[in-house]
């Protein structure tokens, strides 16, 4: 009884830092940099996102949200991968604009995978074209929120072990 | 079990973690305030620790894993060790002995030199790049950081800083004697903490995040509270030395005050300077007017 309660503590104490904590790292997986101007946009005093404790980190090794933008290319796909790989559990993918949301206006090229969620498991889609730094602030509030309140998880990722296990040429025949 | 709780909760320990956080937090508030943004709320350097404690920590290949895991912890206990020998919160230090000065300063140095080993403990060029210039940093703020304590402790002779906090508070404001001393104390205390404009061994926009990129969690964590303690112990030297002593709380709270919105002033005002800027700004200025204060102290001293 005592140790459950202690364990409870402690979980809603984790919550309530990693809610009100979350660093992120901003990757390219072959946008069109439509998006990345959106996303250094919401970066700036304007939108001040220090107000809720977000900071864009440069190292993977320290962040717990990736913001991913673009389509996912053949050439980003191991680093992407390899991105994903290095940050610490627990980690959080935010994909940012339509072509990381499905791939775009850039799906069924000989040279894309696909969306963002055809490679990684996705927390929370923020559409447009490109999304307005409103939308992005909206998109990871939404992850934060759907942390202190867990429910069913949206995404079904490519596998649950992302990379070799399924072949890129496989993937984008799905997603034809 | 007095000592206990002076280890573990007050004045060094829990407590001043909780005052290393809060002054992380003024740091950052006013910068943010300066560059007109609305900044980060009061429990924001309490959550980054909390959550970064409760991460995962990946220990990369390639690396010393004892090491890896052992410097953070060091360096934390370097600052917290270098805080029982100040006035820390304006009350008289914890433990006190004739020559604490000198141990205060060497301990307040173990935090860089473990920042460096971690850096050229891995793998990494960033790590390394970083390493190196934490090191050439610490080379060159060493000496004129440790020159202007030299200065109150000889104008008070004694070494111990409990003595020289009540010499400068019985009415001597050494920042009007020593002028150089303070302001070159104050700049070498940003280097030490790696603040901006200073910031080259951490550059974000050049070499990721400088001899701490492969750090995470627990690690990281900890070398963030000695960062924060660690400013907490800078300014209580500098405030006890050169603003007139620290006898109370509430002169603690005015005076530290006053130093950071100095601080933070000049992050907010200047852009980073390159390593090898840095090193000539300490050296050539900074060391060379100190040096040449000294000597006019000491023609004093024996003079009078």
């Known amino acids: 009884m005592a140790t459950s309660l202690l364990d409870s503590i402690t979980a809603g104490l984790k919550t309530w830092a990693r ?27 304007r939108y001040d996102l220090e107000r809720f404790g977000i900071k864009l980190q440069g190292s993977p090794r320290h ?26 559990e627990p980690k959080f993918v935010v994909a940012v604009g339509s072509c990381a949301l499905s791939g775009g206006v850039f799906e069924g090229l000989y040279n894309v995978i696909g969306g963002i969620d055809q490679v990684l498991p996705v927390d929370a889609y923020v559409p447009g074209c490109p999304p307005r730094p409103e939308a992005i602030i909206d998109g990871v509030a939404k992850l934060l929120a759907s942390l202190s309140n867990p429910g069913p998880k949206l995404s079904t990722p490519a596998s649950g072990a992302p990379a070799e296990s399924a072949p890129a040429a496989e993937v984008a025949e799905e997603v034809v | 079990m007095s000592e206990i709780f002076a280890l573990l ?34 429990f924001q350097p309490l959550a980054d620790n909390i959550k970064l404690l409760a991460k995962e920590e990946v220990v990369p290949d390639g690396v010393n894993r004892l ?17 029982l020998y100040v006035p820390a919160f304006g ?39 970083g390493a190196t210039r934490t090191l050439t940093q610490l080379f060159s703020y060493e000496a004129p950081f440790m ?44 280097g030490k903490l790696e603040m901006p404009p200073f910031d080259a061994p951490e550059a974000e ?20 509270l000695g960062k924060g303690v660690e400013l907490v112990v800078g ?33 907010a005002l200047m852009a980073r300077m390159r390593i090898e800027q840095t090193v000539g700004l300490w050296w050539r200025y900074g060391s060379l007017l100190v040096l040449a204060q000294l000597l006019l102290l000491l023609i004093w001293e024996t003079i009078v």
């Open chain 2, 205 to 224: 926009t050049e070499i990721v995040a400088g001899a701490l990129t492969e750090y995470s969690g627990r690690g990281l964590a900890l070398f963030h």
């Open chain 2, 91 to 129: 009350l008289p230090p914890a433990y006190s002995f004739p020559g604490d000065l000198i141990v205060t300063i060497y301990l307040l140095s173990l935090m860089t030199l473990c920042i460096g080993l971690a850096g050229a403990n891995t793998i990494s060029r960033f790590s390394l790049i």
């Open chain 1, 19 to 45: 809610v009100n904590s979350p660093w992120a790292i901003h990757f390219n997986s072959g946008s069109c940099n439509g998006c990345d101007i959106e996303i250094l946009a919401t970066l700036t005093p």
């Open chain 2, 235 to 267: 300014v209580t030297l500098i405030g006890a030395f050169y603003l007139g002593g620290i006898a109370n709380p509430l002169e603690f709270l005015i005076k530290t005050g006053a130093l950071m919105l100095f601080i933070v002033g000049v992050q």
């Open chain 1, 63 to 88: 962040a717990d949200v990736l913001i991913c933008t673009g389509p996912v290319t053949r050439q980003a796909h191991d680093r992407l991968l390899r991105i994903y790989e290095q940050m610490p």
């Open chain 2, 147 to 190: 020159l202007t304590m030299l200065g109150p402790a000889i104008v008070a002779r004694t070494w111990q800083i409990g003595a020289i906090n009540e010499f400068a508070g019985a009415g001597n404001w050494l920042l009007l004697t020593q002028p150089i001393g303070f302001i070159v104390a104050l700049i070498g205390l940003m």
């Open chain 2, 9 to 42: 909760i007050f004045p060094s320990g829990l407590f001043l973690l909780g005052l290393g956080m809060a002054y992380e937090w003024v740091d950052r508030k006013l910068l943010a305030r300066f560059q007109n943004r609305i900044g980060p709320r009061w």
């Open chain 2, 67 to 83: 090491l890896f895991i052992g410097l953070p912890v060091v360096a934390l206990a370097g600052a917290l060790t270098a805080a």
